[in-house]
């Protein structure tokens, strides 16, 4: 079952399954080899290092074996079996090692604790399918109430009503649901770090029904205390495509219906969405604007060299320096160093949306923020997009202070902790229309012109009826 598995995904779990059943039956060459696959595809799960070391000290091969088990505490530092096996290896006692214990060598008390928590297992996954089946359930009844909502939410806004999209021929019944534990590894290909923040994210995911095929998947944020609601929607196969078929737009469609339903039902007040030029604009953008979604701003994306970007700021602030043109009552601090609420309510100034994202899904140390004694005057925050981009999502400053040496010493402090934290290369994601002076800026400094950033809103005016 662990190589069907396998065969049609790759995954950890299975892995894992595959090098202890392997363990268990006495082949422990191919267990080793299971264990070390999964340590390649999940390094930090201390589990597979553990499998590991065990297969290996079968094999007799004693140091990796220690290698693995060290590695295993390394992650895990209270890892009692990794901590025995380690133990006996350094003692000399290779062969003593038996895991798993022989079931029939356990006491009885340990065979009923055994017992009671494979039922409580058990108890828990028929409490997770009644669950899974009650949101499916109400999921679709909030599908044909919606269009009601969104008629009545239009009138009260005083615009046009949603536009039906027609199923395509043949597009046959569609389940749509929660996530659940089997839809891991479609989720994680389809959605960078769905579970970094799962407190604050709900997943749901579209599929033929009668079947797990899953063809798309849905995210919900929550913000401002449930106030706002962020959306993120991938269909398969249709990322980068310039015109999506008639199914994937469909199931696009199907997919923001859900969201916006969850959110309303939830007395959200605004629902958001947010979209690259590369994930077909068009489409995302008809979809969106069928359900009363409005266009609230677009932005262009910069990227360029961290390195060369921190010196120019800086040289450029070392003149002003020489010049003494900064006041002495002027500092820079960061994120951390002042409260979120300030930081976010100096940026509404310029966003609707303040800072745009909770202070957990952004990176405090590398995001500078500049007071003048304590009022704020300028401010940027951003995140780690990956190993190498470094994310600037939001740039206030006052506009009192443009054009001055404010803004490249604001970037050049912010841009020399992203390269202390191992990032070469910066991006901007900057709205021409509030911080004209950026593109010039960034076009000065050999910036690259690399997308742009949709930005689009629903506002929920009148209640969901609940019934």
């Known amino acids: 079952a662990y190589r069907r598995s396998i065969e049609l995904v790759d995954a950890f779990p299975a892995r894992v399954g595959l090098a202890d059943a392997l363990y268990r039956i006495g082949d422990y060459e191919q267990s080793a080899e299971a264990a070390a696959r999964a340590a390649s595809l999940e390094y930090t799960h201390p589990r597979c290092h553990f499998l590991l070391g065990r297969a290996l000290a079968k094999l007799g091969e004693i140091d990796r074996a220690k290698d693995s088990f060290e ?63 009650d949101m499916t359930e109400e999921l679709a009844s909030a599908d044909r109430k919606l269009d009601d909502y969104l008629r009545a939410n239009a009138a009260a806004r005083g615009k046009r009503g949603p536009q039906e999209v027609a199923a395509p021929p043949d597009s046959g019944d569609w389940t749509l649901r929660p996530v659940l534990p089997a839809d891991q590894p479609i989720i994680h ?3 960078p770090q769905p579970f970094a923040t799962p407190h604050d994210v709900s997943l749901y995911v579209i599929h033929p029904s009668g079947t797990d095929d899953v063809q798309g998947g849905l995210t919900m944020r929550g913000q401002q205390d449930g106030a706002k609601v962020s959306l993120g929607v991938t269909v398969r196969g249709q990322a980068g495509r310039d015109t999506p078929d008639e199914m994937a737009e ?43 979604f409005e266009a609230t701003s677009t932005e262009t994306i910069w990227r360029m060299e961290t390195a060369a970007f921190r010196d120019r700021c800086l040289g450029l602030v070392e003149r002003y320096r020489r010049r003494k043109s900064i006041p002495p009552d002027i500092r820079v601090v960061t994120l951390a160093d002042v409260p979120f609420a300030q930081a976010d309510q100096f940026l509404r100034q310029f966003f609707p949306d303040g800072a745009g994202r909770p202070v957990h899904e952004l990176y405090p140390p590398a995001s500078p923020v500049m007071l003048k004694g304590h009022q704020i005057i300028a401010c940027f925050v951003g995140f780690k997009k990956d190993p190498e981009v470094f994310t600037v999502t939001r740039l206030g400053v006052l506009k009192e202070y443009r054009k001055l040496w404010v803004t490249p010493w604001l970037v050049g402090e912010g841009t020399q902790e992203i390269l202390k934290e191992g990032h070469p290369v910066i991006e901007f994601y900057t709205d021409e229309q509030r911080y004209p002076e950026f593109p010039k800026i960034a076009r000065g400094m050999g910036a690259d012109e690399v997308g742009t950033i949709f930005n689009m809103a629903l506002d929920l005016t009148a209640p969901w009826q609940h019934r």
């Open 189 to 191: 290909r389809m959605f």
């Open 250 to 292: 469909w199931l696009m469609w199907r997919l923001l219906r859900a969201g916006v339903a969850r959110a309303a039902a939830g007395g959200a007040r605004q629902v958001a969405f947010t979209f690259a030029d590369n994930e077909n604009p068009a489409a995302l953008r008809r979809s969106l604007e069928r359900l009363g």
């Open 71 to 133: 590695t295993a505490l390394r992650l895990d530092p209270t890892d009692s079996l990794a901590g025995e096996a380690l133990a006996a290896l350094t003692g000399g006692q290779a062969g003593e090692i038996e895991f798993p214990p022989d079931v029939a060598a356990e006491s009885a008390d340990a065979r009923a604790g055994h017992e009671a928590s494979q039922q409580a297992v058990k108890d828990a996954r028929r409490a997770i399918a009644r669950w899974q089946s």
